[in-house]
């Protein structure tokens, strides 16, 4: 018996089971600082999103300065459902794949050898900073005259949009790698084709990730541009008509669709920046 209640305060066991404890209870707060920090970001736009609501409810703006939400997602479901938006998604994503693609390429072909010669930086760079000096839509009278307005005027921007960041952000890369894992390559008399692959681009992937996220944003941004300026068809059309027949509800429905895309886009590329990142840890 006196074991017994000796062992039912033993301090020992006391401390343990209160050690068992404290894991959960700190599990716990960890979930929610976790959920605290997830939803901090959509507190701002759900907070416009209620005085919105409260501003066409109780007449505090005019509904035709600022169409009600309902109004407005009335007319994204008709889009949804006649496939009209669909085909206007469609054409913009196609043009930003065309034009992103190839400014990304472009990009890290010249971002690359600039890093990797000092000669080239020399004789290209000073010129390159100066040409990109000028915003997108400063080439768009230029371009207009020879390439036209059709698609090639799109992607010619959207690949200038896209090329200015990724060039820069891997110059930056290539030169930040450590003088010491430069040095290991040398002593282990790696080829310039094994250093590049093996030391320097694993090296600059935080950079080059992060230069890609950036030149999307820019792309996207100058593709809904130009749509507004010589375009029959995609997102940015259908803000240009909206605002021509005075449909604000179109214009703000188009707006949303281009917020969700950008948004759901960086996301894909942070997670891809992510898992190349660790790879390049193991």
Known sequence: MANGFARSFDPAVDVGVRGARTPTRGSRLNAARTAG????????????????????????????VLPPPALVFDTLAAMIRSGELWMHVGASLSRVAVGFGA???????????????????????????????????????????VAGIGEPLKYILIAHAALVPVTLGTLQGFRQTPDAYREVARV???????????????????????????????A???????????????????????????????????????????????????IVEARLQRGNAH
């Not at 600059?204 to 992060?210: E, L, N, S, Y």
Request: proline residues 5%.
């Open 220 to 270: 996207w941004l100058t593709l809904v541009v130009v749509e507004l300026v010589a375009s029959s068809e995609g997102l940015g059309y259908l803000i240009v008509y909206g605002r021509q027949l005075f449909q604000l509800d179109l214009v703000l429905a188009s707006v949303l669709v281009v917020g969700a895309i950008g948004y759901v886009a960086d996301r894909l590329l942070t």
């Open 103 to 145: 400014g990304v390429v472009l990009g890290l072909l010249l971002g690359g050898v600039l890093g990797l010669s000092r000669t080239a930086e020399a004789y290209v760079l000073p010129a390159f900073n100066a040409i990109v000096q000028v915003p997108v839509l400063g080439w768009l009278p230029f371009l207009m005259i």
């Open 188 to 218: 282990f008399r790696f080829t310039p084709s094994q250093t590049i692959r093996s030391v320097i681009l694993p090296a600059a992937v935080p950079v080059i990730g992060t230069s890609v996220r950036l030149a999307f944003t820019k």
């Open 37 to 64: 920090w997830v939803a901090l970001p959509w507190l701002l736009p759900a907070l416009c999103a209620v005085l919105w609501t409260l501003g066409s409810h109780y007449g505090w703006i005019s509904a035709q």
